[in-house]
């Protein structure tokens, strides 16, 4: 944490921790229409990410599970909200996935392979997020519901798993930033209008615990979406800030994604969301890097870069290649048939 800065707020408490490890600042404050008073909040951290790689896990590497542990308490034994490891249909399909003799990991990638195939995403799912039963009742959902899925789906097998909460810095999963790139997020609430606006690309993901390894990563929801192997991977642009669980103090449960309190969520404790205005903004740049540079990507890397950067414009060469082909092959055939 490089700069925290507050003002406008009553009470301030630094370093708040949760069951789940993650550090909040919370704020108590009184605001007044009559004043036009405001909390202002300026942040600013230096953050290292990184592409991680599980690669070739052997039988040998795996330890055995200590059932009595608080991880199985935090992320395995109970059935809550989202993740209803007593669902009769859910304990039916987590058995039919996976082997019994299969080691943590084996079940983990079938898992992870049948989430990405049974669930449809769909891109117009609602802020609050449905659940594992209800992803599975109605096969579909967005990167909440894959997550949710594949942690109950694990935690039937008795393997901890839980979601990581954070942003996605770029979609393009091969871009490769350089020293001095930024990205620039917003999010926005007009009390007089009751409209949200957000640019943030807000995501979740998964985590499960494997004894000898520990915590290893995983994103279905890209494994579907962007059709790159997620499995025991991550890279660079996950930008995780919380793990475990929704933004949680006692009754204030907000939102699954971390620029909340939010007044534009029904269950913000006012009784009139015309009174505020809210506003986030945060500005990513990249201070360094050691990425391979575009000049040391092999060519089919490079390729395929070019493709999904220029997608439009290869799909309109596709068609009007498709149509020449067409048009040759009928003037072909009519010049044949001209000879008899």
């Excluded at 392979?113 to 609602?126: G, N, Q, S, T």
């Excluded at 609430?189 to 943030?200: A, I, M, N, R």
């Excluded at 009007?320 to 055939?333: A, G, H, N, T």
């Amino acid at each position: 944490l490089k700069k925290n800065d507050f003002s406008g707020y009553d009470i301030l408490s630094n370093g708040v921790i949760d069951e789940y490890g993650n550090t909040f600042d919370c704020f108590n404050a009184t605001l007044s229409t009559a004043t036009n008073s405001e909390i202002a909040v300026q942040q600013e951290y230096e953050v290292k990410l990184s592409e991680i790689y599980f690669k070739e896990i052997k039988d040998d590497d795996i330890g055995e599970y200590n059932y009595s542990e608080d991880i199985f308490e935090l992320y395995c034994n109970n059935s809550i909200e989202n993740y209803e490891i007593d669902d009769p249909d859910l304990i039916t399909a987590s058995n039919s996935i996976v082997d019994s003799d299969d080691n943590p990991v084996e079940k983990a990638e079938k898992i992870y392979d049948w989430v990405i195939d049974y669930l449809d995403y769909d891109e117009d799912m609602p802020v609050k997020e449905k659940g594992a039963s209800w992803a599975y009742d109605n096969e579909r959902g967005a990167c909440s519901e894959y997550s949710s899925l594949m942690i109950t789906l694990l935690r039937i097998q008795k393997i901890p798993a839980r979601k990581v909460l954070g942003y996605i810095i770029s979609n393009n999963p091969l871009e490769r930033p350089e020293e001095g790139d930024s990205w620039t997020f917003t999010n926005s609430y007009d009390g007089s209008e009751g409209t949200l606006s957000s640019s943030f690309l807000g995501h979740a993901w998964v985590e499960y615990y494997v004894p000898e390894i520990g915590w290893i990563v995983c994103d279905p929801t890209w494994g579907e979406v962007e059709d790159f192997d997620y499995f025991n991977r991550i890279d660079f642009f996950h930008l995780a800030t919380t793990v475990g669980e929704w933004i949680n103090f006692g009754s204030l449960n907000y939102s699954e994604f971390p620029y909340a309190p939010n007044p534009a969520y029904s269950d913000f404790p006012t009784t009139d969301d015309s009174a505020f205005d809210f506003e986030v903004e945060a500005k990513i740049e990249v201070l360094e890097t050691d990425l391979v540079s575009i000049e040391e990507l092999e060519w089919w890397e490079v390729l395929l870069q070019f493709l999904i950067e220029n997608w439009i414009l290869v799909s309109i060469l596709a068609i009007i290649l498709v149509v020449s082909i067409i048009v040759i092959v009928k003037l072909v055939k009519k010049r044949k048939a001209n000879r008899y």
